[in-house]
């Protein structure tokens, strides 16, 4: 019998938690409930999980210091829950290792196309991706580039395989949005996908790829291109 992924839950609102839950029991998914940072945290490092549901307003620490804290032994998937009104700790969130977000108030179909299509790119077999000098693995998240190997977050190393398989073409910022977060979503949308790449070649320069790799298409989104 195939394990079912683990989820761990995060949200100080016993209503949001029971309606993630019920959400995620209704999957066929393994979940874990807490209310607290403290409480996360030593859930996390005691236990197995595929995927966090993270909001950004805990009473202790924040998710966002929490996500942080996650980030700096683990590249598992988080999603972040953040007020609708709430942008600047969503986008903190996300400059912090968020994979992606969800606003409040939220549906339970979007919470489970959401946590669906993560778990689904994580279990799914993908070919090695070798271009420009870098190999990127989509299943482990590794990059090399002349001998030297890192760990990506998950949406980083999906932008970077995206970008990577259309060598020479622009890439526009709906077909990243509906390729790696699998959302059509216009509000905040760009400022996601802004911040994954900052993120990104913040990364790449770290083990040396030069700093123009990336470019940005003004207005349209981003390529990749060969250098000549």
């Given at each position: 019998?195939?394990?079912q992924?683990?989820v761990?839950?995060?949200d100080?609102?016993?209503?949001?938690r029971?309606?993630?839950?019920?959400?995620?029991?209704t999957?066929?998914?393994?979940?874990?409930e807490?209310a607290?940072?403290?409480?996360?945290?030593?859930?996390?490092?005691?236990?197995t999980?595929?995927?966090?549901?993270l909001?950004?307003?805990l009473?202790?620490?924040?998710?966002?210091?929490?996500?942080?804290?996650i980030?700096?032994?683990?590249?598992?998937?988080i999603?972040?829950?953040?007020?609708?009104s709430d942008?600047?700790?969503?986008?903190?969130?996300?400059e912090?290792g968020?994979?992606?977000?969800?606003?409040?108030?939220f549906?339970?179909?979007?919470?489970?196309?959401?946590?669906?299509?993560i778990?689904r790119?994580q279990?799914?077999?993908?070919?090695?991706?070798?271009?420009?000098g870098i190999?990127?693995?989509?299943?482990?998240?590794?990059?090399?580039y002349?001998?030297?190997?890192?760990?990506?977050?998950?949406?980083?190393?999906?932008?970077?395989?995206?970008l990577?398989?259309?060598l020479?073409?622009?890439?526009?910022f709906?077909?990243?949005?509906?390729?790696?977060?699998?959302?059509?979503?216009?509000?905040?949308?760009?400022?996601?996908?802004?911040?994954?790449?900052?993120?990104?070649?913040?990364?790449?320069?770290?083990?040396?790829v030069?700093?123009d790799?990336?470019?940005?298409?003004?207005?349209?989104?981003?390529?990749v291109?060969?250098?000549?």
């Amino acid at each position: 019998m195939i394990e079912q992924p683990r989820v761990l839950v995060v949200d100080d609102e016993a209503q949001v938690r029971a309606i993630i839950c019920y959400v995620l029991d209704t999957t066929g998914y393994q979940w874990e409930e807490v209310a607290t940072s403290t409480d996360a945290w030593t859930s996390f490092i005691s236990g197995t999980f595929d995927l966090v549901i993270l909001d950004v307003m805990l009473p202790d620490t924040s998710g966002i210091d929490l996500c942080n804290r996650i980030r700096q032994v683990s590249s598992i998937p988080i999603i972040l829950l953040s007020a609708l009104s709430d942008e600047d700790h969503r986008i903190a969130g996300l400059e912090a290792g968020a994979d992606d977000y969800i606003t409040k108030p939220f549906s339970p179909r979007e919470v489970g196309l959401r946590v669906d299509a993560i778990l689904r790119r994580q279990s799914g077999v993908a070919p090695v991706i070798e271009a420009v000098g870098i190999r990127a693995n989509t299943i482990t998240g590794e990059i090399t580039y002349r001998d030297t190997t890192i760990v990506l977050p998950a949406m980083e190393i999906r932008v970077l395989a995206t970008l990577l398989r259309t060598l020479n073409r622009t890439v526009t910022f709906s077909h990243l949005l509906s390729t790696v977060w699998n959302t059509d979503e216009a509000v905040g949308g760009r400022e996601m996908v802004r911040i994954t790449i900052h993120r990104l070649r913040n990364h790449l320069k770290e083990i040396g790829v030069r700093p123009d790799l990336i470019e940005t298409v003004r207005g349209t989104g981003y390529r990749v291109r060969e250098q000549s």
